[in-house]
């Protein structure tokens, strides 16, 4: 993320495998998001070294010049994705800070564990959204714009939990990214399955991520003066 449950997202469809020559069929309204769902199933299979706009199209079932319509490239199509990616996290960074508005420790507590299911149940995003495939985000504004947008819901929190005296003053946006790494590092290790969780264990991801964010929380408690 830049300056990451009562909606969970939904199961993505693969796109047909098309074998080459066989006979396609296609709507062309449809055609931008067949080639992101396709991207996104090249990257489960061969990261992101592995996606190129030709086998996107094969398995979107167009020609290999119709993605040109929408992408001048293959690093505009890994930041048409990134952007998606970044849409739903706000979406769902939102939801859970909604749900809760009754106090700063809740809401931090209940975005946290948004952003890491996210991270969980959308790793072909995430390593799009967070890897080291453009040069310059600021190159795609709608992208930047996104990924703006999804850090400013953890900004909102915090800036209210400050006006509140319920989280330690200071840039507002400091204290965020002390937050943020903080979740997207154990985000991290739960995706790579690196993280202590006890196999077997009900809910053993959530309450972990719960804890850390109680525990993260104390040191950002407001403690007054003296």
């Keep these: 993320m830049s300056d990451q449950n009562e909606r969970m997202p939904s199961a993505r469809v693969s796109v047909p495998d098309l074998a080459a020559g066989q006979a396609r069929s296609y709507h062309h309204g449809n055609l931008r998001e067949a080639l992101i769902q396709a991207g996104l199933d090249i990257l489960a299979e061969a ?133 943020w790494a903080m979740v997207h590092g154990l985000a991290l290790l739960l995706v790579e399955r690196q993280a202590p969780v006890a196999v077997g264990e009900s809910n053993g991801e959530e309450a972990l991520v719960r804890l850390c964010l109680r525990q993260s929380y104390e040191g950002m408690r407001w403690r007054g003066v003296g």
């Design 47 to 179: 990261g992101a070294s592995g996606l190129t706009l030709r086998e996107a199209a094969r398995r979107a079932g167009v020609s290999h010049n119709a993605p040109y319509r929408h992408f001048a490239d293959k690093e505009a199509l890994l930041a048409a994705i990134a952007e998606e990616g970044f849409r739903e996290l706000a979406h769902d960074l939102t939801l859970a800070r909604d749900r809760v508005p009754q106090s700063a420790q809740a809401q931090l507590e209940e975005t946290g564990w948004a952003y890491v299911h996210f991270a969980l149940t959308h790793p072909q995003h995430l390593q799009i959204m967070f890897g080291r495939v453009f040069a310059d985000r600021r190159h795609y504004p709608d992208l930047d714009e996104a990924a703006t947008r999804a850090f400013e819901v953890l900004v909102e929190v915090i800036r209210a939990g400050q006006a509140a005296q319920t989280i330690i003053p200071g840039s507002p946006r400091q204290v965020a990214v002390g937050a």
